[in-house]
Nanobody, 114 residues
Framework: QVQLVESGGGLVQPGGSLRLSCAAS????????MSWYRQAPGKERELVAF????????KYADSVKGRFTISRDNAKNTVSLQMNSLKPEDTAVYYC???????WGQGTQVTVSS
């Protein structure tokens, strides 16, 4: 059974940093593109970033480019999202997803506030 479990969310002040992690199991992690999405209350889900199976190709939403970095460790079946220079508009539930097959984690809350 495919499982994706996010961790690392919390409350942070504007300008601060957080690192989110996603632990994957139940499939051959190293051959799949992985992604991070987020959803704020009342807004549509949006793609934040995705990463190719070998980690050599990444893409980012314009709103986070230069501030967020996606990475993966295929030996540990994890994908991470390093978030720097956080803004209040980054507040959302962040989801780890396997693009192929439409599998999602349970989400982790990120709140950026003074």
């Amino acid at each position: 059974q495919v499982q994706l479990v996010e961790s690392g969310g919390g409350l942070v002040q504007p300008g601060g940093s957080l690192r989110l992690s996603c632990a994957a199991s139940g499939f051959t992690f190293s051959i799949y593109r992985m992604s991070w999405y987020r959803q704020a209350p009342g807004k549509e889900r949006e793609l934040v970033a995705f990463i190719a199976p070998a980690g050599g190709s990444t893409k980012y939403a314009d709103s986070v480019k230069g501030r967020f970095t996606i990475s993966r460790d295929n030996a540990k079946n994890t994908v991470s999202l390093q978030m720097n220079s956080l803004k209040p508009e980054d507040t959302a539930v962040y989801y780890c997803a396997r693009i192929t097959g439409n599998y999602w984690g349970q989400g982790t809350q990120v709140t950026v506030s003074s």
